[in-house]
């Protein structure tokens, strides 16, 4: 298989995932108390949301990298890769 053709089966797979999961959700645990043998811990459950954005700019990439040729296919990807870049960016500093 060429590259191209790899790369637009995986973004059209992210696409997917993003649309379907809407958000990736993580747990911390924090030491509340640490009293020598007395420990006490909380659990919190923190979420990065995906916008149907993300997940459309993938689908659109992957589509275009895997039915456009070569040449064609990197201008498309690297458009969706560069706005996915900025959107998870914009995210994850929101989320934290």
């Not at 995986?10 to 379907?20: N, S, Y």
């Not at 990197?74 to 929101?94: D, N, Q, W, Y």
């Amino acid at each position: 298989m060429k590259t191209a053709t790899i790369l637009g089966i995986a973004l059209v797979m992210l696409g997917v995932v993003a649309f379907a999961y809407q958000g990736i959700t993580y747990t911390t645990r924090e030491k509340v108390i640490d009293l020598g043998p007395l420990q006490a811990t909380v659990d919190t459950k923190q979420t990065i949301p995906l916008t149907p954005l993300v997940g459309g700019l993938a689908l659109v990439g992957g589509i275009g990298c895997w039915s456009l040729e070569p040449g064609e296919c990197s201008k498309a990807t690297i458009f969706s890769l560069g706005m996915l870049h900025i959107m998870g960016s914009v995210f994850i500093r929101e989320a934290l």
